[in-house]
């Protein structure tokens, strides 16, 4: 058989799976795993939180049987096995501080569990791979841990963590797809059609959430993804095309870090300051902070793929320049325009 249908079989199996999946997961996490509402979360009702159930169910599920129906290239499975362990272990660490909700994990439990997830990926040859210093594990480590706590932090809008999720997926896949890292194809197929399946869910009128174990387990998977794709390939310039696809998770949280930084707040701590509240504060609809954010995303992933495909780094680092202002002027307007508690 060849890739291409493989990879419409994979999407398709992911889909089916987190599909038919929804219906007994959010049974079960009506009875025993419910968000309710407090003074940073204002939605109506207890909340399914089994996302990362259906996620996951779909993700692993077509790899696995995609596993036993072909033969994968040598090295694909030793790649894949440190991503289902990564996986497994951050999607653990987020059900259980689901279930200990309000109040949580402690951080620097999820911080340990996360960097332990991070190293399975370095174990399995998930890394940087530009310096080829010790420093290439500290950077593995703090992309993975970093992304997957950026995904935890965006979730806080229905739709906004998914669907910048799915828009990730898709630029990896379209990048990588020419190279046959059988590896990331796959993995990318798989989790957005998990993704798809489960996005209707996020805005449904009995809708259900992703929880810490949907949101950490797609930063998780994204910033596995991105060490595996062939950014450089053409231009060398193109390694940084992974901080535009994935700009906007990077900025919130950077830009909520700073500003609780500023007010004496530990970082870590759960405050209103992300930038699709204060837009919201600024008077727009969340259903348009959502179109916005997706807009801004693919915009960035355009780029993100130009930049792969041209071989002059010179236009890729003009194109860094004016994104990276842009977010600045961005983030300024946001601080000084709207007043937060």
Same mark, same amino acid.
Not at 179 to 190: D, K, L
């Given at each position: ?58 993700? !692993? ?49 999820? !911080? ?155 970082? !870590? ?33 355009? !780029? ?23 977010f600045v002027i961005f983030g300024i307007y946001l601080k000084i325009r709207v007043k937060m508690p």
């Amino acid at each position: 058989m060849s890739n291409l249908f493989l990879y419409f079989f994979t999407f398709i199996f992911a889909f089916g799976v987190s599909y038919f999946t929804i219906s007994p997961f959010k049974k079960i996490a009506q009875k025993y795993l419910l968000d309710k509402p407090t003074k940073l979360k204002n939605h109506t009702g207890n909340i399914p939180l089994c996302g990362g159930a259906i996620i996951i169910s779909g993700f !692993l599920g077509s790899l696995i049987i995609l596993r036993l129906l072909t033969n994968f290239p040598s090295g694909t499975l030793h790649n894949l096995r440190g991503l289902f362990l990564g996986a497994l272990i951050v999607f653990t660490l987020g059900l259980i501080d689901d279930f200990k909700k309000p109040k949580g994990l402690p951080p620097y439990i999820k !911080l340990l569990f996360q960097t332990l997830a991070a190293a399975f990926l370095i174990h399995y040859d998930i890394k940087v791979n530009f310096l080829n210093t010790p420093w290439d594990y500290i950077l593995t480590i703090a992309w993975v841990v970093g992304l997957t706590n950026a995904f935890n932090l965006l979730d806080i809008m229905d739709g906004l963590a998914i669907s910048q999720g799915v828009i990730a997926s898709l630029a990896f896949l379209l990048i990588n797809l020419p190279f046959e890292s059988v590896y990331v194809n796959f993995a990318a197929v798989s989790l957005l059609g998990a993704s798809f399946a489960f996005w209707p869910q996020n805005h449904a009128n009995k809708k259900i959430f992703l929880g810490d174990s949907g949101s950490m387990l797609l930063g998780f998977l994204l910033s596995a993804l991105a060490l595996g794709t062939r950014f450089s390939a053409l231009n060398p310039a193109g390694v940084l095309a992974p901080l535009l696809i994935l700009a906007l998770p990077i900025f919130d949280t950077i830009f909520v870090s700073i500003i609780r930084i500023t007010k004496g707040i530990n970082p !870590l701590k759960g405050t209103p300051d992300h930038y699709p509240l204060r837009l919201k504060k600024l008077g727009l609809k969340n259903k348009t902070i959502l179109l916005l954010s997706i807009l801004i995303s693919l915009v960035l992933n355009l !780029l993100a793929y130009f930049i792969t495909k041209i071989s002059d780094p010179s236009t890729a680092f003009i194109i860094y320049l004016i994104t990276f202002v842009s977010f600045v002027i961005f983030g300024i307007y946001l601080k000084i325009r709207v007043k937060m508690p």
